[in-house]
C-alpha cells in the first residue's frame, strides 16, 4: 500500500510517534511517506517538506498572523492551538504536494497546517480513506488538545472556558461544526490510541459522525529493552551505585506535566527516608527547558534533551525507576519507552498510564494528583531487596512486550486500511 501521512512538524513528541509509525509501516513493506509543513531535523528522504506557492506563502503568513493575535487572548493551559477551522490553505496545496497518489491518508499532530475541509478535499481527490491517528483531543474538539475538565465537546462545543469571551455559538462551536460538516462525510476513521481518549472521541458530538477504532499505542522492542544499568549509568556520565529517579519532558514548565506535584512528592519521600538512604538518591531528568530557583530535595542532574532513540533507551536503562508525574496527558509515551526498559513506572492514572502502569506488575499507578501515595510508591521502590526488584523489572519487560509490542500495532492498523478501502 502507499500511505501519506500528514504531521505539522518533523520534531517534538508528537512528531516522534508520528515517524514511528511511518517507519514501522515502511519495514512492513508498505511504501509510506511523511508530508510535513516545516521540516527542521529529518535527515529521512521520506520525510517531505511542504512547499508553498508565492501567493500561498503570502496567504499563510497573514493566517499566522491572524493566529498568533488570536491565541494571545486564550488561556493557555487548554492548548486551544486550532484557532479558526476556517483558516488554513486550499486543497489545491495539498494536491501538487503530493509525493504520490496514495491509498491511505494518514493525519497525525497537524494544528496550523491541515483542516478538516482540506482532509475532506484531499480524500475526495484522491480516493483514499483517511485514518486520523491521535494522542490527544483536538481531533474532537472546537480547537483545544487539553480540555483542563472541561466537557463541552460531548455536546459540540461553544460557551468555551479557553476563549476569552465565550458565548454558545463562539469559535470553539464554529470549529465544531466545520468537522461535523466536512468530516462526517468523508471516508474517516478516527483511531485512538488508549482507552481513555477512545472514551472521551465515543462522548463527543464529531466522533457520533464518524467511524472510530481503539488501536493501542506500541514501542520499538529494538532500541527500548532492558540492559546492564551500571554500564548504561557510566555511557551517560552518571554515578555507579545510586538509586536513580528519572523523569522528563519537553517542557517541565506546563502545569500538565505535574512537575509542582512531583517536587511535593519528592520532598514528602526524603522525609521518610533515613540519611543514608537519602545520600542514595539521585534524581535525572531531561528537557529543553532549564529549571531555576527550585530547592531540590536530592542531588539531580540534568541530561541535554534526547532526541535519539539510544540515548534515550540508556537513561531507562540507567534509572531504577521513571517517574511520570503529568495531570493531563494522552501519554506520555516515555511510560512505554521505560517498562520496555524493565524500568518500573510511578503514575498518576491519566492517560496512557491506565493502560500500561499495572500495580506491582509494570510499576504503581496512584489517583491523580494523591502527592502521598506518589511518594509512597516511589518509596516502594526504590527500598525493594535486589531480589524483588528483578522480579518487577522482569515483569515490567514481559507485560510490555506482550501489550505494545509494534508488530501487533502495525497488523491492526493493515487490517483497519484494508476494510477502509473496501468500503470506499
Known amino acids: 500500500m502507499k500511505i501519506l501521512h500528514l504531521n505539522t512538524y518533523d520534531v517534538g513528541g508528537a512528531a516522534r510517534a508520528a515517524y514511528r509509525f511511518h517507519v514501522a509501516l515502511r519495514d512492513a513493506g508498505h511504501e509510506s511517506k511523511m508530508l510535513v509543513f516545516k521540516k527542521r531535523e529529518s535527515i529521512d528522504p521520506d520525510v517531505i517538506a511542504f512547499q508553498l506557492s508565492t501567493a500561498q506563502q503570502l496567504k499563510h503568513y497573514w493566517n499566522e498572523i491572524r493566529r498568533k493575535l488570536a491565541k494571545r487572548k486564550i488561556k493557555k493551559e487548554y492548548n486551544f ?43 475526495k481527490a484522491t480516493g483514499a480513506p483517511v485514518v486520523w491517528r491521535f494522542n490527544d483531543l483536538n481531533a474532537f474538539t472546537g480547537g483545544c488538545h487539553y480540555s483542563n ?6 455536546n459540540g462545543c461553544g460557551n468555551c472556558p479557553a476563549l476569552p469571551a465565550p458565548f454558545p455559538q463562539d469559535i470553539s462551536w464554529r470549529n465544531v461544526t466545520e468537522k461535523i460538516r466536512w468530516l462526517g462525510k468523508t471516508n474517516l476513521c478516527f483511531a485512538s490510541s488508549t482507552t481513555e481518549i477512545d472514551e472521551q472521541l465515543k462522548s463527543s458530538a464529531v466522533g457520533r459522525f464518524c467511524k472510530t477504532k481503539l488501536i493501542m499505542l506500541s514501542c520499538d522492542a529494538n532500541y527500548f529493552k532492558p ?23 519537553n517542557d517541565l514548565g506546563d502545569p500538565r506535566k505535574g512537575f509542582r506535584q512531583l517536587l511535593q512528592s519528592l520532598h514528602l519521600l526524603k522525609a521518610q527516608l533515613s540519611n543514608d538512604r537519602q545520600e542514595k538518591v539521585l534524581l535525572v531528568f531531561a528537557s529543553k527547558s532549564g529549571i531555576t530557583g527550585v530547592e531540590w530535595p536530592f542531588d539531580y542532574v540534568q541530561l541535554p534533551f534526547l532526541n535519539g532513540e539510544e540515548q534515550l533507551a540508556k537513561a531507562y536503562q540507567a534509572a531504577t525507576i521513571f517517574v511520570s508525574p503529568s495531570v493531563e496527558d494522552a501519554g506520555p509515551m516515555m ?71 509494534k508488530q501487533r500495532e502495525t497488523q491492526e492498523y493493515e487490517q483497519l486500511f484494508v476494510e477502509l478501502i473496501k468500503s470506499k
Open 335 to 405: 511510560l512505554l519507552e521505560s517498562i520496555l526498559c524493565g524500568t518500573p513506572a510511578v503514575a498518576f492514572a491519566i492517560g496512557l498510564a491506565k493502560d500500561a502502569v499495572i500495580n506491582n506488575v509494570t510499576g504503581f499507578i496512584v489517583p491523580p494528583l494523591d502527592v502521598n501515595k506518589f511518594a509512597g510508591s516511589i518509596k516502594a521502590i526504590i527500598q525493594m531487596p535486589g531480589d524483588q526488584y528483578d522480579s518487577l523489572a522482569h515483569r515490567c519487560f514481559s507485560k510490555a512486550a506482550e501489550l505494545f509490542g
Open 149 to 154: 475538565g472541561c466537557i463541552n465537546y460531548t
Open 227 to 249: 540492559a546492564d544499568k551500571n554500564k548504561a549509568a557510566f555511557d551517560l556520565g552518571l554515578p555507579a551505585g545510586r538509586k536513580i529517579i528519572f523523569f522528563g519532558a
Open 81 to 123: 492551538f486550532n484557532v479558526d477551522e476556517q483558516i488554513g490553505l486550499s486543497t489545491q496545496e495539498f494536491i501538487n504536494n503530493l509525493p504520490f497518489k496514495p491509498d491511505i491518508i494518514c493525519v497525525h499532530w497537524v494544528s496550523g497546517f491541515v483542516n478538516a475541509k482540506n482532509i475532506h478535499g484531499l480524500s
